[in-house]
């Protein structure tokens, strides 16, 4: 399954002419143009690379065609995915330890297993995905039988749960099709807190379920009730309705309403402010002496506004729970991708893969290049190096040789290396990183909601109108103020406020996930509000954090043939030279013999003559003179935080280079916006100053407001000095993407983790921002602006309906009837206000062309 | 008008009944994927029975 340069060769050199006239051929499995040298003139099938010719052949095989018809019958956006190249294949799934983590064994002999999938996007992956069963026996053999009882996929998870039989079929061959297919899995992480969290959905469901019947129940005997106020009603009947009503009301308020009983005396307990301490007012005074009243014979019941109460309450906050829980799911998630195994090597000298929990100290392992260090530890053999972004920030791959220490997470390119593993898990670096994070969780500043704040004074000044009222009508009768007062408590239960508050930051929620922001609390919008300090990291998440050949000087001819010698090599800078390619159609796809790679750079014979790309060092090596044409320009890059990479040609230089992290495309009109917003903005980074200052100058900083050289622990406390700035006003938001920033996201008021983030960046952020770039940052503020600005609309809103309610209550005018007339509406108006209204005009513009809904 | 005793019981013992089947629905996980089902019906499925496949090969 891997691209094969070769095949194409043919093809081009004799059917090139042909080809030329149809350019724009698309792949058949992918929809994706097809290159020039791959087209086969008369085909009825044409393939961009091999990876989507052996799916195609496998769908077909199967006889799945469907999925072709099912797929632009959806008319989807995405395409299929090409399959990737996979050299170490799934084999360490079929290890014991493996199935220790990740496989329950079910009943009858059967297994489980949770996938995440890469690639799923639409009904007819569903399809095709579920169609599991007979493309493994087809890819298995028939003798394998029924090795897959089923497969079952969550779209919006993009998880597969397959079961199948360990005595048939094995877990590796199940992996291997589904990667075939272009879905790569990967076992799914954090399935167990999704499943206690499913269970609490669950639990909210059913109250709400007994909630709404019994206040829809409660609602048709109080109707008989209020007929009877005008046509008469026997006091028998009456009295029936009554006791009926306060049974089932008092289910009501003790069974689904006991959610808010618990709240308000917790918010008691902490002494902090809750939107439940008036609810529970409310229902508290109102069930109370409903109950007395009936037991009694006489008085008001308000049951039936009390149990639409519980009712709708809960409706709202189910609501918000849920969109929280979808985002934090699609994070947690999206931890499975990053890989769990590695190849350890036995005393004997052989590589076994196994998961990366099962590896010890002194363990022997073996990296490829490419992959991600598992452990601390030291290099036994092997040149390479080592890309340390993530832990560190700096964006230049290091050199290692025998001897010196690699750390876990960092990433190895350019050659394969054996290192001894010293330290594993929370001992690594990593580790220790991550127990700063715990520290960091530890002194975030507790936020108390706005709604929370307002029904801390909400609650003060409604006992104190109650109390002056019992004392204004306690003149005219004991009886008569306690019937004035309670109602006056029920009528003040800020219901509007309960609902709307959860309910607008549910739609904000849902409409960031739209737009690829990924919004875990509530809290993070009402941060997003107020301009404070923004502190970014750098790369990653302003740069790309990708190589990338950003000038080249000299013979531009070459290109393609330096694209050509370095397509093998899976080094960053050797990857920037390959992709530099901007036309497909002068792609050489030639098979140049005679590749020597070297620590840094390659030689190669080729056609048109011999050509060494790489360093200074290698120039010397292969007695290349370097003129001082050449070497001014190579030291003004190296000043400028790039690499210099020369292109000799037959012994003499013909090009230059310079390669480095770009910028990602939309960081600086994100942060001149940021900027405009009124952001004190401030780039940190653990790369070295002058790269950050250079940086910093390309996204309009000054350089006062970029730093280098910051560690870890640096920027915790550089977040923590921002909390405690006394000037300071609004929020401290922290932007950043590895683990050397996640102590600092989870500190500050709002964490935003980029895309392509680290596993515990995207634990301790609040916000996730799925797609690359700067642009999302400045969606996700315009979008809290507005959820935020609709917010403080229908906290005046419900705030004025309440005024009016407590005034009529005050004068003695509130009865059963116009409560329960008055609460519905005053939730229906608010609702209507929460989710129709407000459509936010001005992020409409900038990315709804391209995602309508 | 005496028949309430006995209509409003029944009434509420419905309305029970069906309170319990939407209890069922929840504790079975029927509300756990509301997006997936959705468009699993939309397929004319001929094979999605694994005991059909076997009889076929």
């Known amino acids: 399954m891997s691209m094969n340069p070769a095949i194409s060769a043919g093809h081009k050199a004799d059917k090139a002419g042909e080809a030329a006239t149809r350019l724009d051929v698309s792949c058949t499995h992918c929809d994706l143009p097809v290159p020039r040298g791959l087209i086969e003139p008369g085909a009825d099938t044409q393939f961009c690379c091999a990876g989507c010719r052996g799916a195609y052949e496998v769908i077909r095989g199967c006889g799945l065609d469907d999925y072709y018809r099912l797929r632009d019958a959806a008319a989807v956006d995405t395409n299929a995915r090409t399959p990737d190249r996979l050299p170490s294949g799934f084999t360490s799934y079929d290890t014991e330890s493996f199935h220790k983590l990740h496989v329950q064994p079910l009943t009858s002999g059967l297994c489980a297993v949770d996938f995440r999938l890469e690639g799923v996007h639409c009904a007819a992956c569903v399809w095709l995905i579920e169609k599991l069963p007979r493309i493994v026996r087809a890819a298995a053999g028939s003798d394998a039988g029924q090795g897959v009882v089923e497969a079952r996929l969550s779209m919006r998870q993009a998880v597969v749960r397959v079961v199948w039989d360990p005595t048939r079929v094995k877990l590796s061959t199940i992996a291997q099709a589904l990667n075939t297919l272009g879905y790569r899995p990967h076992p799914a992480k954090g399935l167990s807190k999704q499943a206690l969290r499913r269970k609490e959905e669950r639990k909210q469901l059913m109250n709400i379920g007994l909630a709404g019947a019994l206040a829809g129940n409660i609602m048709l005997l109080a109707i008989a009730q209020y007929a009877g106020l005008w046509g008469g009603i026997e006091r028998q009947y009456d009295q029936y309705f009554r006791w009926l009503g306060a049974g089932l009301g008092a289910i009501a308020l003790l069974g689904p309403g006991r959610v808010f009983f618990r709240g308000a005396l917790s918010a008691l307990r902490a002494r902090s402010p809750h939107l439940d301490l008036p609810i529970a007012l409310a229902l508290g005074v109102g069930g109370l002496a409903g109950v007395v009243n009936v037991v009694l014979g006489r008085g008001d019941i308000y049951f039936d506004s009390l149990a639409v109460l519980v009712f709708l309450l809960l409706v709202g906050r189910y609501i918000q729970f849920r969109q929280q829980r979808m985002a934090d799911d699609a994070v947690s998630l999206m931890a499975s991708l990053t890989p769990g195994d590695c190849q350890r090597l036995t005393p004997e000298g052989e590589t076994e893969t196994v998961p990366i929990e099962a590896l010890m100290a002194d363990d022997r392992v073996k990296v490829a290049p490419g992959a991600i260090i598992p452990a601390d530890g030291e290099v036994l053999s092997g040149e390479a190096a080592v890309i340390s972004a993530m832990l560190t920030g700096e964006s230049a791959p290091q050199p290692v040789s025998r001897g010196e220490a690699v750390y876990a997470g960092t990433q190895v390119v350019g050659h394969t290396i054996v290192m001894q593993v010293k330290t594993v898990g929370e001992q690594t670096r990593v580790g220790r990183l991550m127990s700063l994070v715990e520290s960091g969780i530890a002194s975030k500043p507790a936020v108390v909601q706005r709604a929370d704040r307002i029904a801390g004074w909400f609650v003060i000044a409604v006992s104190l109108i109650a109390l002056a009222v019992f004392c204004a009508w306690s003149s005219v009768g004991v009886g008569v103020a306690v019937d004035h007062t309670v109602a006056l408590l029920i009528v003040a239960c800020p219901c509007a406020l309960g609902l709307a508050t959860p309910l607008t930051i549910a739609v904000a929620i849902g409409r960031a996930a739209r737009r690829d922001i990924l919004i875990k609390s509530a809290t993070a919008l009402e941060h997003a509000v107020a301009a404070g300090h923004l502190i970014l990291d750098k790369t990653g998440t302003i740069t790309t954090g990708q190589m990338r050949v950003l000038a080249w000087e000299g013979d531009a001819s070459l290109k393609p043939w330096v694209a050509r010698i370095e397509a093998d090599s899976n080094h960053p800078i050797a990857v920037a030279l390959a992709n530099d390619q901007t036309d497909t159609a002068d792609s050489i796809s030639i098979d140049v013999e005679h590749i020597t790679h070297h620590r840094d750079g390659v030689v190669a014979d080729t056609p048109i003559g011999r050509l060494c790309v790489g360093s200074a060092a290698l120039m010397q090596r292969e007695g290349v003179m370097l003129p001082e044409r050449w070497a001014t320009p190579a030291s003004q890059a190296e000043d400028a935080g790039h690499t210099p990479i020369f292109i000799a040609h037959d012994g003499h230089i013909a090009a230059l280079a310079r390669v480095g992290d770009g910028l990602h495309p939309d960081a600086e009109s994100a942060i001149k916006q940021a900027i405009q917003l009124g952001w004190r903005t401030k780039i940190v980074s653990g790369d070295r100053p002058a790269i950050a200052r250079r940086v910093g100058a390309a996204v309009g900083l000054a350089p006062e407001q970029t730093l280098g050289d910051v560690t870890p622990e640096d920027k915790l406390a550089l977040v923590r000095a921002a909390q405690q700035d006394a000037n300071q006003k609004g929020p401290v938001v922290m932007v950043g993407d590895g683990v050397n920033d996640a102590a600092a996201l989870a500190a500050a008021d709002l964490g935003i983790a980029v895309s392509a983030g680290a596993e515990c960046s995207l634990t301790a952020a609040d916000v996730y921002l799925a797609r690359p770039g700067l642009a999302s940052l400045i969606e996700l503020f315009t979008l809290s602006r507005h959820a935020m600005r609709t917010v403080k609309r229908n906290l005046a809103l419900s705030l004025g309906y309440n005024a009016i309610a407590i005034a009529l209550a005050a004068a003695g005018l509130i009865t059963p009837l116009l409560a329960a007339i008055l609460m519905p509406i005053s939730s229906a108006l608010v609702l209507t206000l929460a989710v129709g209204v407000n459509r936010p005009r001005a992020i409409s513009h900038a990315s709804d062309t391209e995602n309508q809904d | ?57």
Not at chain 2, 8 to 24: N, Q
């Open chain 2, 1 to 57: 008008m005496a028949v309430l005793y006995i209509v409003i019981p029944i009434a509420l013992v419905l309305a029970g009944a069906g309170l319990a089947a939407f209890l069922w629905a929840v504790r079975k996980g029927q509300f756990d994927d509301l997006d997936t089902p959705a468009v699993r019906m939309l397929f004319d499925d001929d094979d999605s029975k694994p005991d059909q496949n076997n009889d076929q090969s």
